[in-house]
């Protein structure tokens, strides 16, 4: 069973910085995509950022390109979103979610920026 637990949200100042961390369980980078999502009140879930199976390749948000970045550590089974000069705008709940065969869902993390 594929597992995710996302951490790392917490309250910051626009422009601060932030690190979301993915721990994965269940499988493996090659066999799955792992991407981040995020949901604002009162709006749909929106992708933020994806990092195909195998990583061979990261695809970003226009709105978070630049100041985003997806990474793994296969080591560690764990993916990450480092986040840099936060907006007010990027405050939501950040999901990460598993594509193989079906979408797997950690619960979410919030980040809340200040402005």
């Known amino acids: 069973e594929v597992q995710l637990q996302a951490s790392g949200g917490g309250l910051v100042q626009a422009g601060g910085s932030l690190r979301l961390s993915c721990a994965v369980s269940?499988?493996?980078?090659?066999?799955?995509?792992i991407g981040w999502f995020r949901q604002a009140p009162g709006k749909e879930r929106e992708g933020v950022s994806k990092?195909?199976?195998?990583?061979?390749?990261?695809s970003y948000a226009d709105s978070v390109k630049g100041r985003f970045t997806i990474s793994i550590d296969n080591a560690k089974n764990t993916v990450y979103l480092q986040m840099n000069s936060l907006k007010p705008e990027d405050t939501a709940v950040y999901y990460c979610?598993?594509?193989?065969?079906?979408?797997?869902w950690g619960q979410g993390t919030q980040v809340t920026v200040s402005s």
């Open positions: 979610n598993a594509r193989r065969n079906g979408d797997y």
């Open positions: 269940g499988t493996t980078f090659e066999d799955a995509a």
């Open positions: 990092i195909s199976s195998s990583a061979r390749s990261t």
